[in-house]
């Protein structure tokens, strides 16, 4: 626990580092329409895959095999598709995923006139991680991740790490911090993106608030370390006999969002999540669809 505390001070002193623009922002999206609907406040969730991509520590608590596939269709047609497993294992849990976004039928226009045809931009991660438990009550997970990116014809890859500790206060209370992204990337044409390395630290509090239904809610403070701003996320979801789900999460210091709503449906070892983020201005919504399976 001294550890813990010891990390978290530490953490709230990074929060006030410098301010430089990152690029592959789509390391910084949610993975999948649970996470997103409830507004990405994750940092101290467990039981689902979706949460290794917050903190790579939480898997440690699932007992399961997990399978989870996603995909996003958000504005300018941009679309992002995910595949991520958990295999929990007796003194580690291993984590293994796969994510790539990419933008179609891009114009090329060199010149005034007509277009003189298009291309796709995308970008891809893939990851392998392993959370253990030192000692009792307190997890940790390390992540390894293998980065892409091509713009046109100009192709640039590099790798990236994630880190992260989770600590069980009490059976319904858990508290966690991760630091994720932090690597580099090869220079694209002339010039390098810099990762958008991301400081998250948080609580989540789940309960039954009698016998058919169960209450989860989840506050994190995020920064990511070259951008401007600190930002709140919060979310909450209310399931009935663990069979239906409605959640809704909220997030402060975006430009183009902020609220987000939810469900999902568990149906035997499988559960459907669609989430939905309202963007701002003429950004069209983000819809969510993801399957988890539970082996």
């Known amino acids: 626990m001294k550890t813990f505390i010891t990390l978290f001070i530490i953490g709230s002193s990074i929060l006030l580092s410098q301010h430089v623009d990152t690029g592959l922002p ?12 409830m507004g990405e406040a994750y940092t101290a969730m467990t039981g689902d895959h979706s949460t290794y991509g917050y903190n790579p520590a939480s898997i440690r608590l699932s007992d399961r095999r997990q399978l989870l596939l996603s995909h996003r269709q958000g504005f300018s047609d941009v679309a992002t598709d995910y595949l991520g497993t ?3 294992g007796e003194t580690v849990t291993v984590g293994i995923s796969a994510m ?3 933008v179609s039928n891009i114009e090329i226009r060199q010149r005034p006139g007509d277009s003189e045809g298009s291309f796709d931009a995308r970008n891809a991660a893939l990851s392998a991680g392993v959370a253990f438990t030192p000692i009792s009550d307190l997890a940790v997970g390390i992540t390894g991740k293998l980065l892409y990116e091509k713009i046109y014809i100009d192709e640039a890859s590099g790798y990236a ?4 500790m989770l600590y069980s206060i009490s059976n319904n209370f858990r508290a966690g911090i991760s630091l994720l992204n932090v690597g580099t990337m090869s220079a694209l044409r002339s010039e390098a993106s810099p990762l958008p390395s991301t400081l998250r630290f948080g609580g989540a509090y789940g309960a039954a608030i009698s016998p058919e239904f169960a209450v989860l809610t989840g506050v994190d403070i995020v920064k990511t370390l070259n951008d401007d701003g600190t930002h709140f996320h919060v979310g909450a979801e209310v399931a009935y006999q663990s069979l239906l789900m409605v959640r809704a999460g909220y997030q402060t210091g975006y430009e183009t969002k902020s609220f987000s709503t939810g469900i999902g449906i568990l149906y035997g070892i499988v559960r459907f999540d669609y989430a939905f983020v309202p963007m701002s201005g003429s950004f069209s919504p983000n819809h969510t669809f993801s399957l988890v399976f539970h082996l």
């Open 100 to 102: 790539t976004t990419s």
């Open 86 to 88: 958990t295999l929990p």
């Open 26 to 37: 789509f390391l910084k999206t949610g993975t999948d329409a649970r996470s997103s609907a």
């Open 161 to 164: 790490f994630d880190a992260g």
